[in-house]
């Protein structure tokens, strides 16, 4: 019996003289939308090409949304309420209570004495709303959290996933070793603008539930019942204007996830042209090891990506949050003024008022909350995906 050895001019047995059987290691291309490796089709010039499947992106997107904000919940409450001015006094008094540290002319030793504090304080208020408010405290807003981060990650992921393959086969970028930084950069973009507008009105009320507390020492009860009674007080006394509070910081932090998208991206794609080197190496025996580390590099990639994106870009969240509270200034007869009017505004009197430290309130547990957050996300979405048998 007779044995074909014909390859493609491109393939490893015709470079190496064509003396063995062709194991199709042809340098593969990747898929525009996941930075996959996919098989490549030069046996098969007819054959149609693959399916996008764009609304896989959208579910893969909610999914993954919801588990990572579920597991992440409590961070996210403590996050926001540091955050906001209303628990300042709190930091103070934690402050207050501790001897103060020796002073020391060592930079190290006094940046490790102030994050070894940072952290400790950001605990001991993650405590106290445990013992004072009970642990249901701790996950005070996932509902409205959970309404919004479904259709935020799911049309984040979907316009983005779509947008991209879009722009690819507009400019005639065939994979995506080819796909400029630039067709990344737009595709975030576009998607980070619309899913802020979408919902603006659901994390606004989130915000305001998170940080409506019972606070029985001093007598008063709750603004809110629940997250409908929040929507009617803030229409009546601000408006429908008053849903989309905190937009314009919104847009602001489309520079957050336009960061985070373009480094995923790259790193990927570091990780995807790796794993292809292996797979057409003839002497390469490639393993479910090997797989398993592709897929801990893309969570570990989504990850740092968030890291960075978050840890440079981070004052647009506190501000987010001053803009989103709600009304602190009484007027009398029922009436109310808001104290940040907007974005340079609320900047200046934080700024002023607080100094430059509060433009980081929160980051510690933000942090936390994240970066396992976009890890947990990613890996979901890109499993999901797989799930739904898409490629491109």
């Given at each position: 019996?007779?044995?074909?050895?014909?390859a493609?001019?491109?393939?490893?047995?015709?470079?190496?003289?064509?003396?063995?059987?062709?194991?199709?290691?042809?340098?593969?291309?990747?898929?525009?939308?996941?930075?996959?490796?996919?098989?490549?089709?030069?046996?098969?010039?007819?054959?149609?090409?693959?399916?996008?499947?764009?609304?896989?992106?959208?579910?893969?997107?909610?999914?993954?949304?919801?588990?990572?904000?579920?597991?992440?919940?409590?961070?996210?409450?403590?996050k926001?309420?540091?955050?906001?001015?209303?628990?300042?006094?709190?930091?103070?008094?934690?402050?207050?209570?501790?001897?103060?540290?020796?002073?020391?002319?060592?930079?190290?030793?006094?940046?490790?004495?102030?994050?070894?504090?940072?952290?400790?304080?950001?605990?001991?208020?993650?405590?106290?709303?445990?013992?004072?408010?009970?642990?249901?405290?701790?996950f005070?807003?996932?509902?409205?959290?959970?309404?919004?981060?479904?259709?935020?990650?799911a049309?984040?992921?979907?316009?983005?996933?779509?947008?991209?393959?879009?722009?690819?086969?507009y400019?005639?970028?065939?994979?995506?070793?080819?796909?400029?930084?630039?067709?990344?950069?737009?595709?975030?973009?576009?998607?980070?603008?619309?899913?802020?507008?979408?919902?603006?009105?659901?994390?606004?009320?989130?915000?305001?539930?998170?940080?409506?507390?019972?606070?029985?020492?001093?007598?008063?009860?709750?603004?809110?019942?629940?997250?409908?009674?929040?929507?009617?007080?803030?229409?009546?006394?601000?408006?429908?204007?008053?849903?989309?509070?905190?937009?314009?910081?919104?847009?602001?932090?489309?520079?957050?996830?336009?960061?985070?998208?373009?480094?995923?991206?790259?790193?990927?794609?570091?990780?995807?042209?790796?794993?292809?080197?292996?797979?057409?190496?003839?002497?390469y025996?490639?393993?479910?090891?090997?797989?398993?580390?592709?897929?801990?590099?893309?969570i570990?990639?989504?990850?740092?990506?968030?890291?960075v994106?978050?840890?440079?870009?981070?004052?647009?969240?506190?501000?987010?949050?001053?803009?989103?509270?709600?009304?602190?200034?009484?007027?009398?007869?029922?009436?109310?003024?808001?104290?940040?009017?907007?974005?340079?505004?609320?900047?200046?009197?934080?700024?002023?008022?607080?100094?430059?430290?509060?433009?980081?309130?929160?980051?510690?547990?933000?942090?936390?909350?994240?970066?396992?957050?976009?890890?947990?996300?990613?890996?979901?979405?890109?499993?999901?995906?797989?799930?739904?048998?898409?490629?491109?």
């Amino acid at each position: 019996m007779t044995f074909s050895t014909t390859a493609a001019p491109s393939s490893a047995p015709a470079q190496l003289g064509g003396t063995s059987p062709s194991y199709n290691k042809d340098p593969v291309p990747q898929s525009r939308e996941m930075g996959d490796v996919i098989p490549n089709q030069t046996q098969a010039p007819s054959q149609e090409k693959p399916d996008a499947k764009p609304f896989a992106h959208f579910v893969a997107g909610g999914l993954g949304g919801m588990t990572a904000a579920t597991l992440t919940s409590p961070l996210d409450v403590l996050k926001t309420r540091l955050q906001s001015d209303f628990y300042q006094a709190q930091l103070q008094a934690l402050r207050a209570a501790k001897p103060a540290p020796v002073p020391t002319s060592n930079t190290l030793v006094n940046l490790t004495r102030t994050a070894g504090m940072h952290f400790s304080e950001t605990f001991q208020i993650l405590r106290s709303i445990h013992v004072h408010e009970g642990w249901r405290a701790l996950f005070k807003g996932l509902g409205p959290n959970l309404i919004g981060v479904v259709p935020a990650r799911a049309i984040n992921f979907y316009v983005y996933g779509n947008g991209k393959r879009i722009l690819s086969d507009y400019f005639n970028y065939q994979n995506a070793q080819q796909t400029p930084m630039g067709i990344h950069l737009a595709a975030a973009a576009i998607a980070g603008i619309a899913t802020g507008t979408a919902t603006n009105p659901i994390w606004l009320v989130k915000t305001r539930l998170q940080l409506d507390k019972s606070n029985a020492e001093h007598g008063k009860s709750r603004q809110y019942r629940n997250s409908f009674d929040c929507i009617k007080q803030t229409v009546r006394h601000e408006g429908i204007r008053g849903l989309y509070r905190g937009l314009s910081a919104s847009y602001l932090g489309v520079t957050e996830s336009s960061l985070q998208w373009v480094m995923y991206e790259q790193m990927k794609m570091y990780l995807a042209r790796r794993d292809s080197l292996k797979q057409n190496d003839p002497g390469y025996e490639y393993t479910s090891w090997d797989s398993a580390e592709l897929w801990g590099g893309r969570i570990t990639a989504a990850g740092l990506a968030k890291l960075v994106a978050a840890a440079i870009t981070y004052p647009h969240e506190v501000v987010r949050t001053r803009l989103r509270q709600a009304p602190t200034v009484s007027l009398g007869n029922g009436k109310v003024e808001m104290k940040y009017t907007g974005l340079v505004q609320c900047f200046k009197t934080v700024w002023k008022e607080e100094g430059m430290v509060a433009m980081y309130g929160g980051l510690t547990p933000h942090l936390l909350r994240v970066v396992p957050s976009a890890a947990i996300m990613f890996g979901m979405y890109e499993f999901i995906l797989r799930m739904f048998g898409t490629t491109s």
